[in-house]
């Protein structure tokens, strides 16, 4: 069953009834009811948020069952009823402690039916009275009452003094109200009993429930008449500073000020006609999302008071724009909320194996890392570098790392940035302004513990905006990076519980600071069998799964994958390798969609197949015919690719006894070359090579591959070993290749990236390789399988060079006798043929 309030109307339905505000029926003394006329008990209709005066009218909406039935009962027997205002406006059914002592006698004047259980009523009131005891309860409620009356001389002149004044004051205050209509003045002044005129403007002035009940229950009329005044003496200064105050913000209201007022009343407009716009929605809805994102206490204090400001903005301003984009990132971000780390070992360990082949020492460090996890709660999280050539997998095994420690990952390029803001973000003030990558892949993640990669950590630039590597250096700082500040949101974030992994393939561009900051774990390439083995497990299946392809449709035989891996590809990791079975399974496919296979079919690659899908070789073993000649030595070299190996050709003609060098060569690989060629000078006796071997004769040596910058010092011995070479005639063994710094006393001194260069040897076929001997702690880098398939000389001085790298070793040589000096020939002497020159002479 329905239940609703009885309350005055609103002005609306006032309007409509007819009637004014509790306003007199007569220009003179209210028309009173004889005490002996009010009966002794008398039917209560509770009153809500409004007190009823005697001699106003007042228009009523009604439709509980309780006052309905009162009501009928009451127009039925033509008998007055008893309105007391209830002391709770909440109270849906009132009894004796919920209503005022003190009511208004009054008469239904007028009763409409507004539609079911629905009734609009006119009542006008006669007198007070005092409410004694209720009587009943159901089914209205009754009430024993005592008629009062006011205790005062009408004539007195105190009373008319105060009348005047009350008069006086409610002209003023109709004055500073343009709202009320002009009639109201006229009203006022027509009434001539001094209670009938407090009673009005005590039922109409606007005060609490309270004090208005407090007039009513004061039977005293000069006491009545003061309280009356003393409220409307408080209305009128409250309203003089109102309109004070209204006309000082009009005279200075700007432009803007005037639309934020404007758009103030229309929100009001829209809030009475129940149209609130989606502003006032989405700002209550941004603050639910501010109260669940778990904002630390600082955070939120900032977030607040952006919100509170963000309130006050008008939506058409760009600054509110700004303002809105500011709290929506902020509760976006992960303050809180965390991925459980999946902290079993075994399981790590597996998925890790799973993903990626070989690697062990990436895969130690991991597990180390989870078992102290797993001891100790509140770990910071460990920042990796993973170093190495390209294609080795270092960006994969970030994901593999994730998924092994069930956290969420995220992938930060930070190749080719110059901008120091592209890390720490730009300040609000600046047009577009956005946080940082770091909180941008913060946001993305939605983690506060994901894994973040850093990638191409090397290839960070700098210019006039600033050294974006510097501003690195608090985010991967331990101490530093759980107070992280970025210029946008100007608040402190936390990044300590983040597992940073940054790559790169080289070291040396990464600034000395930043690497100090970095546990790095070098991956070397990939050994011959691992090729295979990946290749076999991971590359093979994956790229069937992506060409559509089924395991049972295509068969790749072992010898035809060594024949990609070795004549196709020529890297240090399995990139490339991973194209070349791509061109495979794409010829392949052709085959299956134009029917030529049978669905049912199986295609089988042999190594002959693979020159006819591939094409020519690209790559091949050229070492034995490059050092099928004296004068060609193998060197090795460090490249960005993992490393390679590098022939180095001398040869000798008539001149002056002048060195050139070509081949793209930097300063220090100059120098080695200088420095090989006078200790040979120095040696030339012991090794069988004439002492005046360059009076005549110019030295060329060249570096091939001429388009390719080449420098560095590990080059001295492979130069050294190829002059020797050419000077003795003596050949450098076809499957030998060697690396090494060499000083005018032929020491051979330690060098870098041997673990490369130890690849790239194995991968082109060398079976020996010499090394300085200080480098031999260097070899348990390099995969065992490598280290079992290669020969290793360990050489501290040039002779131990030159007797493993040439086919005759030719340290204690003699050099061919001098030619003697033509003298004067003896007449009739038999000349003597001259002998040859020692750059003619073959050894």
């Not at 008990?41 to 005697?54: A, H, K, Q, T």
């Not at 609490?208 to 009940?213: D, F, Y």
């Not at 190495?388 to 092994?404: C, D, N, W």
Request: glycine share 8%; net charge negative; charged share 30%.
């Amino acid at each position: 069953m329905r239940e609703r309030k009885e309350t005055a109307m609103s002005d609306k339905e006032k309007k409509g009834a007819g009637a004014g505000a509790q306003v007199a029926p007569a220009m003179g003394p209210p028309v009173l009811i004889n005490k002996e006329d009010i009966p002794a008990v008398l039917p209560i209709l509770p009153l809500r948020n409004s007190v009823f005066f005697p001699g106003g009218v007042l228009p009523l909406a009604v439709g509980r069952q309780k006052t309905i039935a009162l009501i009928k009962d009451a127009v039925r027997d033509e008998q007055v009823i008893g309105v007391v205002t209830q002391r709770r406006a909440e109270e849906e059914d009132p009894g004796a402690a919920d209503l005022y002592t003190v009511g208004t006698v009054a008469r239904v004047v007028k009763l409409l039916k507004m539609g079911e259980d629905n009734y609009s009523l006119v009542v006008q009131g006669l007198a007070r009275f005092k409410v004694l005891e209720l009587v009943q309860e159901s089914p209205y409620l009754k009430a024993r009452i005592e008629a009062v009356e006011d205790r005062s001389v009408v004539d007195d002149v105190e009373v008319e003094a105060l009348a005047i004044n009350l008069k006086k004051l409610a002209r003023e205050v109709i004055e500073l109200m343009p709202e009320l209509p002009a009639a109201a003045t006229e009203l006022v002044e027509s009434i001539t009993h001094p209670g009938h005129l407090a009673d009005l403007i005590a039922a109409n002035v606007d005060v609490p429930i309270e004090e208005k009940q407090q007039v009513l229950e004061t039977v005293e009329l000069k006491a009545r008449m003061k309280l009356v005044l003393e409220l409307l003496n408080r209305k009128r200064e409250i309203l003089k500073l109102s309109n004070k105050i209204d006309s000082a913000v009009k005279g200075e209201m700007s432009k803007t000020q005037r639309e934020y007022y404007l758009r103030q009343q229309l929100k009001a407009i829209k809030e009475e006609l129940g149209e609130l716009g989606e502003e006032e929605e989405e700002l209550d809805e941004l603050q639910e999302r501010l109260k669940k994102a778990g904002l630390p206490p600082e955070v939120e204090k900032v977030a607040q008071k952006e919100l509170n400001r963000l309130k006050s903005i008008p939506t058409a301003s760009s600054e509110y724009t700004v303002a809105r984009t500011y709290l929506d990132w902020i509760a976006d971000l992960p303050w809180t909320k965390r991925t459980d780390d999946n902290l079993d070992i075994e399981n790590a360990r597996q998925i890790l194996d799973t993903d990626h082949y070989g690697l062990d020492k990436i895969k130690k460090r991991i597990l180390e890392y989870l078992a102290v996890r797993k001891l100790k709660n509140d770990m910071r999280g460990p920042i990796l570098c993973f170093v190495g050539p390209p294609g080795v997998g270092k960006t994969s095994l970030g994901q593999s790392i994730a998924r092994a420690t069930g956290r969420k990952f995220v992938r930060l390029s930070l190749g080719g940035v110059r901008d120091e803001a592209e890390i720490r973000g730009h300040r609000r003030t600046y047009v577009g302004a956005l946080p940082g990558r770091i909180i941008q892949s913060m946001k993305k993640a939605a983690t506060v513990n994901p894994v973040m990669m850093l990638d191409e950590i090397d290839k960070l630039g700098a210019d006039f905006r600033g050294d974006p590597s510097a501003a690195l250096l608090e985010v991967l700082d331990p101490e530093q990076n759980h107070a992280f500040s970025d210029h946008y949101l100007d608040l402190s974030y936390d990044l300590s519980k983040v597992m940073f992994i940054g790559t790169a393939n080289l070291l040396d561009p990464i600034p000395g600071p930043l690497k100090d900051r970095m546990e790095i774990l070098e991956l070397p390439g990939y050994t011959f069998e691992e090729k295979v083995h990946i290749a076999q497990n991971h590359l093979i299946p994956k790229q069937l799964r992506e060409h559509g392809l089924s395991a049972d449709a295509i068969a790749i035989s072992e010898k035809a994958l060594i024949k990609i891996i070795m004549a196709y590809t020529r890297e240090a990791g399995v990139r490339n390798l991973e194209r070349r079975i791509a061109d495979v399974c794409r010829a392949i496919a052709v085959e299956v969609a134009s029917g030529k296979i049978g669905a049912s079919a199986k295609r089988s690659i042999e190594e002959a197949d693979v020159l006819e899908i591939l094409g020519p070789e690209k790559f091949y073993n050229e070492t034995a015919e490059r050092t099928e000649i004296a004068g060609v030595a193998t060197g090795l070299a460090w490249t960005a690719a993992g490393g390679d190996i590098l022939f180095i050709e001398a040869t000798k003609m008539p001149g002056k006894g002048a060195l050139t060098l070509t081949g793209q060569l930097g300063d220090v690989m100059k120098e080695s070359a200088q420095a090989a060629l006078s200790y040979l000078r120095s040696k030339s006796d012991s090794l069988g090579i004439p002492v005046n071997f360059l009076e005549k004769t110019d030295l060329h040596i060249h570096f091939p591959a001429g388009a390719i910058p080449k420098d560095g010092p590990s080059a001295g011995v492979t130069i050294l070993t190829a002059l020797v070479s050419l000077l003795t005639g003596i050949r450098v063994r076809s499957d030998v290749a060697m690396t090494g710094e060499v000083t005018l006393r032929g020491l051979v001194l330690p060098v870098g990236g041997i673990k490369e260069k130890v690849l790239a040897a194995h991968r082109a076929g060398i079976k020996r390789i010499i090394i300085p001997a200080r480098n031999e702690k260097d070899l348990l880098d390099v995969p065992e399988q490598a280290r079992k398939e290669l020969e290793f000389v360990f050489a501290a001085h040039m002779d131990e060079v030159l007797q493993a790298a040439l086919e005759e070793n030719p340290v204690g040589r003699k050099p061919p006798a001098a030619p003697e000096p033509e003298g004067e020939k003896k007449p009739g002497a038999t000349p003597t043929p001259p002998a040859k020159k020692p750059d003619e002479i073959r050894v």
